[in-house]
Each structure stands twice: as structure tokens, then as C-alpha cells.
């Protein structure tokens, strides 16, 4: 065992070094220690306060890898491109060495090809007798908002190659009164909401 997991639990040592930026995490160090199926019946007082805090929790978490995103870049991006340069390379992996550590330094090499132009060199290969799809891959698309502007004539056409699947749901609290809240017992019966 570390040191950190003789002193207790992860969420005892996270909540432990996130209350001075968060505030008290009472109630997400109890949950933790629960099922989900537990912390379900909550009152929904307390479930709003765990939504809330561990949104907190996330955006702390978000903010401080950023932050050592940016230092790490700081720190080593003039070392790691040079080690790369040496190599006769713009991306990939290199490790250097600070004080007996092996960092490593990896940068992706990200492609975006111009939709347009491919658009016009396939019409090319096309027109020389030739299969485009032999050299390149096509993913065509529909704007919803478009879609749902057509007129039945077109949009019929359209309907059996449209899926609709439903995303990650996400659970929200807003105070009563506060704007953009709304009456759940009014919106359960109003009809037609997709």
C-alpha cells in the first residue's frame, strides 16, 4: 500500500483535497460509499446537491488538467519537438528524460481533407471510367434541420435511410421560478414532445 491508500478511501482523499476549492462534498463522500440503486431513493433535495457537486468535482477535474496540459506544454514542448526534429519527424512519440523520469511526449498527427475538393476529384475519377471509392471513403449526411424542412414529396424518399436513436440521457435541477424551469406535472401531459 502508498501512503494515499493508507489514509483512506479514494473518494475520503479526493473530497480531502477538493473541499477547499468546492466547498463541504458531505453528500457525494456518503453517496460514494452507497449503490446506485441507493443513492436513486434519495430525497430530491439531496439528489439535486449530489448532481450538483459532482458536476463541481468534474469541472474542477477539467480545470486542473488543463491546467497541467498548459504547464506540461511549457515545460517540454521545445525539448520533445527538437528530440522529434532530430528524427526527421513532426509527430509521434519521443520521451525525455528531467530528474530520472521518462516523460513521454506524444503528438498525434491529425488529417482533415477539404470535403469540397474531393468532392471535385471524385467527379474526375468518375468521368475517366474509374471507381472513386477504390481511392477514397464517402459518408454522406443529412441535416436534420434541413430534413425536417423538405417537403413530404422529397422527404419520403428520404425516410428509410434515416435512423433515429436515442442519445445519453442527462438529468438536470433547476430551482422553481428560476428561468427555464419548468412544471413536470404540466409537461407530462402535454402531448406531441419528441
Given at each position: 500500500m502508498n501512503a494515499l491508500t493508507t489514509q483512506g478511501?479514494?473518494?475520503d482523499i479526493a473530497a480531502m483535497h477538493l473541499q477547499p476549492v468546492l466547498g463541504p462534498l458531505g453528500i457525494l463522500q456518503q453517496v460514494l460509499q452507497t449503490t446506485p440503486q441507493e443513492a436513486a431513493k434519495l430525497p430530491v433535495t439531496l439528489y439535486a446537491e449530489l448532481l450538483r457537486q459532482s458536476d463541481a468535482v468534474q469541472e474542477f477535474a477539467k480545470a486542473v488538467r488543463e491546467f497541467a496540459e498548459a504547464s506540461s506544454e511549457l515545460r517540454y514542448a521545445e525539448v520533445a519537438q527538437h528530440a522529434r526534429?532530430?528524427?526527421?519527424?513532426?509527430?509521434?512519440?519521443v520521451r525525455i528524460e528531467d530528474a530520472g523520469h521518462t516523460v513521454v511526449c506524444e503528438t498525434r498527427k491529425i488529417v482533415d481533407w477539404d470535403q469540397d475538393q474531393l468532392k471535385q476529384l471524385a467527379a474526375k475519377i468518375t468521368a475517366a471510367g474509374d471507381d472513386p471509392y477504390l481511392y477514397m471513403e464517402a459518408s454522406l449526411k443529412v441535416q436534420e434541420s434541413k430534413f425536417q424542412a423538405w417537403p413530404p414529396v422529397l422527404s419520403v424518399q428520404f425516410e428509410s435511410a434515416r435512423t433515429v436513436r436515442p442519445g445519453k440521457t442527462t438529468y438536470r435541477f433547476e430551482r422553481r421560478g428560476a428561468p427555464g424551469a419548468s412544471n413536470p406535472v404540466q409537461n407530462a401531459g402535454q402531448k406531441g414532445a419528441h
Open positions: 478511501t479514494t473518494a526534429s532530430i528524427e526527421g519527424r513532426d509527430f509521434g512519440v
